[in-house]
């Protein structure tokens, strides 16, 4: 990743995207390097600058999000651009479809400014979101909404050894590379060693989405919900 973290906007409401290129480029080390008001232009965009994170609005005309999301981050995509995905909704069908089309973590448009900057630096890090409240009621949604699906595997241990199952209960525990390396007692580059032959085993391209299948393969339990 660069030193700078190269954002592209993508926001169809001038509004918006005018005030989260503001709020982003404000920032020491993060540089808005375009600005889209579709998701064509978004995925136009993305592909001849290669941002570091792209922040995609969902609804768009001519392109909408989620299609521009699996254009630039799908599972056929050889080399993905990050997308953090921006919705105004806390469960949204469109935020399962984008995670589905290959987002890399979500993050609520009303969110205060520093959580939607740390949001962008953990995507572009490689990081996600994955201790975002947000995104832990989105994985609890897929989970239960796939629960009548046949497991990925059999057993967790068929598909990974004992230390990268351990990198993986951490990581679905919304853990970055620094905390992991910290419980493991082990470098972050080993950490990242694992993490590049875990992500092709599970036939994921994210860490959002290698938690999702640690809870859909019963690898870690969702809490169950408090009492009402």
């Known amino acids: ?3 700078v973290v190269r954002v592209v906007v993508a ?11 503001t709020l982003l480029g404000a920032e020491p080390g993060i540089e808005v390097v375009g600005a889209a008001a579709d998701g064509r232009e978004a995925v136009e965009l993305a592909t001849r600058l290669r ?20 254009e630039l981050a799908g599972p056929d995509v050889v080399d993905p651009v990050p997308v ?10 469109y ?3 984008a995670l589905e089309a290959g987002a890399s973590g979500f993050q609520l448009k009303d969110a205060e400014p520093d959580e939607l900057v740390r949001a962008v630096r953990s995507v572009a890090a490689g990081n996600g979101t994955l201790g975002d409240s947000l995104t832990k009621r989105v994985i609890s949604e897929v ?9 990925s595997v059999g057993r967790p241990t068929d598909l990974l050894t004992a230390r990268e199952l351990d990198i993986v ?8 590379n620094d905390e992991i390396a910290r419980e493991l007692v082990v470098e972050v580059a080993t950490v990242k060693s694992h993490l590049a032959r875990i992500l092709p085993k599970l036939g994921v391209r994210s860490r959002l989405q290698a938690a999702v299948w640690a809870y859909r393969n019963r690898v870690v339990e969702l809490p169950d919900p408090p009492p009402s």
Do not use: H, K, W, Y
Not at 51 to 70: K, N
Not at 84 to 90: A, D, G, Q, S, Y
Not at 143 to 151: E, F, G, I, K, S
């Open 169 to 176: 209960l951490l990581l679905a525990e919304g853990l970055s």
């Open 84 to 93: 953090l995905v921006l919705t105004t909704f806390e469960v949204d069908d």
């Open 11 to 21: 926001d169809d409401q001038p509004l918006a995207r005018v005030g989260l290129a």
């Open 143 to 151: 989970v239960d909404r796939r629960r009548a699906q046949p497991l």
């Open 51 to 70: 941002p570091d994170v792209v922040c995609m609005d969902v609804r768009m005309p001519v392109l909408d999000g989620i299609a521009a999301t699996r």
């Open 1 to 3: 990743m660069n030193a």
């Open 95 to 97: 935020l399962f479809a």
